[in-house]
C-alpha cells in the first residue's frame, strides 16, 4: 500500500509564493517520473510541471521562470516552489508519481490535492 501526501497549498496574494510538498510512503521500491497537475473550477485537468528519474524537468509555458519543480529521492518527496504567483494560478494541485511497487512494474499514484487561491 502506498500514501502519498501533499501539503503547502492555501491562501497568498498576487506575487507571493508557495512551496508544495508530497511525499510517498509504504512499499516502494523506486520511484521513476514525478509531475504536478492542477485544476481549476471549470476546466481540464492540465500538467504543470514534471521531473524525469534522471532529473530532466519539464513545465508548462503558463508557469515557466516562475514556477521550479524539484524531487529528494531519500526522502521520496516532490516539491513545487511557485513564486510571481497569479489570480490564473488559482486551482487544486495535485501530484503524480510512478512508482514501482512490486520491483518489476511502474504504478500510477496520485495525491489527494490541495487548494492554491491567489487573491488580493
Known amino acids: 500500500q502506498v500514501q502519498l501526501v501533499e501539503s503547502g497549498g492555501g491562501l497568498v496574494q498576487p506575487g507571493g509564493s508557495l512551496r508544495l510538498s508530497c511525499s510517498a510512503s509504504g512499499r516502494i521500491f523506486s520511484i521513476n517520473a514525478m509531475a504536478w497537475y492542477r485544476q481549476a473550477p471549470g476546466k481540464q485537468r492540465e500538467l504543470v510541471a514534471a521531473?524525469?528519474?534522471?532529473?530532466?524537468?519539464n513545465y508548462s509555458e503558463s508557469v515557466k521562470g516562475r514556477f521550479t519543480i524539484s524531487r529528494d529521492n531519500a526522502k521520496n518527496t516532490v516539491y513545487l516552489q511557485m513564486n510571481s504567483l497569479k489570480p490564473e494560478d488559482t486551482a487544486v494541485y495535485y501530484c503524480?508519481?510512478?512508482?514501482?511497487?512490486?520491483?518489476?512494474?511502474?504504478?500510477?499514484?496520485w495525491g489527494q490535492g490541495t487548494q492554491v487561491t491567489v487573491s488580493s
Open positions: 521531473i524525469t528519474g534522471g532529473g530532466r524537468k
Open positions: 503524480n508519481l510512478d512508482i514501482d511497487v512490486t520491483g518489476s512494474k511502474l504504478y500510477d499514484y
